[in-house]
């Protein structure tokens, strides 16, 4: 599967965004999704997954209640919606994609990058 991010932009503190990671190459219910972020001189870090359905989420405590992650399998699209943004939220935002409920993540996107100004 081929993962395409899109949607990142400049933003400034309090504002929205919503990401978008559109999925070719394969069905997008075989897999479960996610999305992480990397800061300048920073480690990726996870934020939120779903599982197949969509019926279950995960997030990261630092984006739970402000950060909503979906599907839609008929799209092969996986959104975050982003709200409240802060100035720590700036990062370039990855999704990802993997076939089993756990281990590592297989397939990558490309990279959107988000800005929250102060």
């Known amino acids: 599967v081929q993962l395409q991010a899109s949607g990142g932009g400049l933003v400034q503190a309090g504002g929205s965004l919503r990401l978008s990671c559109a999925a070719s190459?394969?069905?997008?219910?075989?897999?479960?999704m996610a999305w992480f972020r990397q800061a300048p001189g920073q480690g990726r870090q996870f934020v939120s997954h779903?599982?197949?359905?969509?019926?279950?989420?995960y997030y990261a405590d630092s984006v739970k209640g402000r950060f909503t992650i979906s599907r839609d399998n008929a799209k092969n699209t996986v959104y975050l919606q982003m709200n409240s943004l802060k100035p720590e939220d700036t990062a370039v935002y990855y999704c990802?994609?993997?076939?089993?409920?756990?281990?590592?993540?297989?397939?990558w996107g490309q990279g959107t990058q988000v800005t929250v100004s102060s």
């Open positions: 190459g394969d069905i997008l219910s075989r897999y479960y």
């Open positions: 779903i599982t197949w359905s969509g019926g279950l989420q």
């Open positions: 990802a994609a993997r076939v089993a409920r756990m281990g590592s993540w297989d397939y």
